[in-house]
């Protein structure tokens, strides 16, 4: 549904591939790795985290003995997934900067004859152009188009083959890519960038990289030492190259979070959650994009934005099995709080074609089996809900809360939508 | 391009793609309760079956379904001004740019599905760029309102898709039928239904609305609603939700800083809550997402201010502005509504003052509409649907005439053939060849297959109803049912403009008989005298294209045998298809219909019908006994 990382291991897999070049890297856990050769080796966090090097989550130089210590260490900062690769040894004059992105316009190109970690601070020194929209990719021997005189004078200034910056883009293309960043790019060849061909064809053993076959990670010399990519998650039918397993996780998800983002996987409809403070008083079950981000806003704007334990929402008409899976789950990570006297937000706006009445007894269902726990907890629940159905749904929900004194309030849509969570945080502060 | 003023000028057809029956249902009850004639939805494009059955109003009412675009009638075609594309993620691309080549008269559409690749997105925007070329004979500059989008709402004249909700009573909660001046937009479709009950609760009325879709690269762009907003006379305000990430609102900033958007703005921009987080989450749509200090929801209201838009810091204060727009859409507000006085007590007194959930009760529009919407709650589908006949005033009616005076005014053949079309017949030529075919059929000897068994049967003892029976039960492709098989190729070879001798070439190759062709009696030189008065038939028409292939096919095979001459079901087929095109103005996709449901064989049928029952009441009234061959007349092989 939206931009997602690749991992750097797959992003690389699948572009080396694309260039004719052959990738000498490797994944790697905690819990081991396949030795590629014989080092020495880079060691790289790979979770899609900007700035690893400043952030002291790369290992350069290692050989292949110290390779389980280095892993440990950065294991012991909280990470999972790493990458091996040959450690290229380079002069920081031969590092460049390259990133595209997918915008409406077109492809925009950012590019800079130099790169490295301090690129941030360069800013003026990266040029910007646009190929428009029209691209596609085309072999040389085809007539030219107002795409090639960029691309040519790009592949001048980096230095890189022409090849090169038609076999990126290409690849740009095919894997529905949304933004692509090489920071640095390494060139290290003296190379012709017209005819794609580095001038000097013979093997090169280069003391260096002691031992590793330069010749096959890179004929043309030009090296991609860290690679960014983010894909359309859309496109995973278009593409059949990577699939969600390629996709980052950012961080450590709760088994909950884990549940509902399977749920949401074999569902026609769109359920998320993620959780913000085990330890918050507000939890939300929301319905709907932007009367979700409404209702969370309110809880900022009243100063109580610390306090709102979680984030999410469903929309597309989910059935009631979903809504009560969904709501079981929610209800399991309140009840690991510590705290008492929660307060859960049922809210959404007026929706269009997801049935009240269907959704809430899914919801209803699943409070009545965690009655107990909940009533312990002594939580109250404010409800606020429009749409196709939504009398028979808002009666529903109204009989049970009361019968099951949880009772905040239920409204429709007579009630404005932020005032749910200013009536719920207003009234917790009665409770306190 | 949208143009608001240029789709509320004229009567718009839709044409849906896949079928969302809440969605479609709701589009129709719109029109309903509109005023309007007919459905707004004209067909529907899905696989399965012929027609969709819908409500209006009460009664039941059948969309036309086709199973793919090339299957429109043209005329079809020319009406459709906009879609409703209701297919997955998946298929939007390859159906969208399907539909914007094959129909010319269209307007503009929405994407109902969310999981749009933004590749795909991007692809279509451009297609449509006004001065893209499309495909040679279309025009581009359409507007496309989507993926993920609830659609175009503008009250009173036109819904397309599931904005505004989808059972009749939200549209009346939200006052789509009555039109007024302020515009609103939202990416959100839940929040473009929140704010069109906003405003109109505030006793506003809506001029137009639509929502994006929360995509990153939404088709129609804000930028383009905004001027669709400063180009359409009957906007008067415009209330916009925005939300955190991406662009759009600097660059409506850049076009209000050059005065090509002129009228006053009300905003919000939901995510304030984004900047509590070191890492954000994702929130509900896919552009949700801030990456930059200026996709954050805090600088893009500050910079919205910055230009004069009224752009809230908190939902309250949106509200607040909403309320108070100086505008005569002004109603005066109903007295005693529940909703009305709980939402007012809650607000005043908090939750001491709460009051049970009673749901809406009572409506400004007064009694007339309650009952209507009472009425449209409580409606049931039938569970057949018929165009032949129906009570009418006590009297029965068939096909939209009165049975007593259509036996004494009407031809036989014009009640047949009316009734068999399911619609009167609109030229007497059509029911006197009806009628000729039907007199022509009634018997052909008693040696053939289906009067033998009818024989045998009565015979054997049969009551009437069996011996008919086994005699009907007898037509089939080889005995009476070449008539449609025949039509299918005169109407293929016509279509096709094929030559006849690669015709009959073609079907010698594949082994298949042609239907409509050869005797087992006649002969080039001793022709079927029915076939010559079928054909001359033909000579009262205009144009008789179809005639005119059956005979060239049959110069074809006469040259190869004497006896491969047009026959009775050929001639027949032909000369009914050309009466049929010519007199009845139908076209070839609808004749391709009747052969499907085999039309052309039901006259056989009904015809023979008095052959068979005549040669039962002869066999009965000669009472031979039970008839039995020999084992001379049946041999055995080894």
Known sequence: MARVKLTEYKAKQLLYHALGKKYLGTPATPEGYQMPHNGPFVLKVDQGIKGRMKKGLVELEIQKDKLPDALMRLSKKGYSQFIIEPMVKHDPSQERYLSLERTREGIVVRYAKVGGIDIESMKDRVEEVILNSKFEYRNPKQAPNSNDQITQKISEELAVPINFMHQLLNFFERQYISFLEINPLVVKQNTSPLRGTPLRKRRIKSPLTRGVDFDVESKDGVFILDLAVEVDSTAEFFTKTWTSADIVEDSVKSPEELAIKKLNDQSQAALSFTLLNSEGLLWVLLSGGGASITIADEAYNMGFGKELANYGEYSGNPNDDETYEYTCNLIDSMMKSSRRRLMLIIGGGVANFTDIGKTFKGVIKALEKNKKRLKKKEIKIFVRRGGPNQKNGLKLMEKWLRENDMYGIVAGPELPLHEIMKLAINSSKKHA | MLNIQKIRSKKQSIIALGSHIPILQSILDFDYLAGKEGPSVIAIIASGRKNVRLFWGEKDVLIPVYPTLAHLPASVKNEITLFLNLTSGRRVLSSTVELLDSLPNLLGGALFAENVPEKHSIEIFNKIKPGSRIKSGMTSGQFIVGPASVGLMIPGHLKLGAIAGTDAEQLMDSHVFEPGSVAVFSSSGGMTGELIRLVTTVQKR??????????????????????????????????????????????????????????????????????MFEKPPQFGHAKAMASRGEETAQAKTKALKSVGVKAAQSFEEFIDFVKKIKIKDNIPLPDGNPHVKRALRLLEGGLKNDLPYE?????????????VLSKMQQRTHALFMNSISQDKDGSVEIVGEEMLSMATKRSFGHIVGSMLLGRQLKSKDTAEFIELIMKLLVDHGPYVSGAINTMIA????????????????????????????????????????????????????QNKRISGIGHRKYRVDTPDPRVNVILTFAKKLNKSPYTLFAKSIEAVTTAKKANLILNVDGAIAAVLLDVLSQKEKISPEELQELINIEFFNALFVLSRSVGFTAHYLDQRRKDEGLFRLSPKEVGFAE
């Open chain 2, 206 to 275: 809506i001029s137009f609305s639509l929502s994006f879709g929360g995509d990153r690269f939404p088709i129609l762009t804000p930028v383009e609603a905004f001027l669709a907003a400063e180009h359409d006379p009957q906007t008067k305000h415009i209330v916009y939700f925005g939300e955190l990430g991406g662009y759009d609102e600097y660059e409506l900033v850049d076009l209000i800083k050059q005065k090509k958007v002129t009228k006053p703005i009300i905003t919000y921009i939901g995510g304030t809550i984004s900047a």
């Open chain 2, 359 to 371: 749901g809406s009760t009572e409506r400004s529009e007064g009694r007339d509409v309650q009952k």
């Open chain 2, 458 to 509: 009565a015979r054997a003892g049969k009551d009437l109803v069996s011996s008919l029976a086994s005699g009907l039960l007898t037509i089939g492709p080889r005995f009476g049912g070449a008539i449609n098989q025949a039509a299918q190729h005169w109407l293929e070879g016509v279509a096709e403009s094929i030559d006849p001798d690669e015709y009959v070439e073609r079907s010698a190759k």
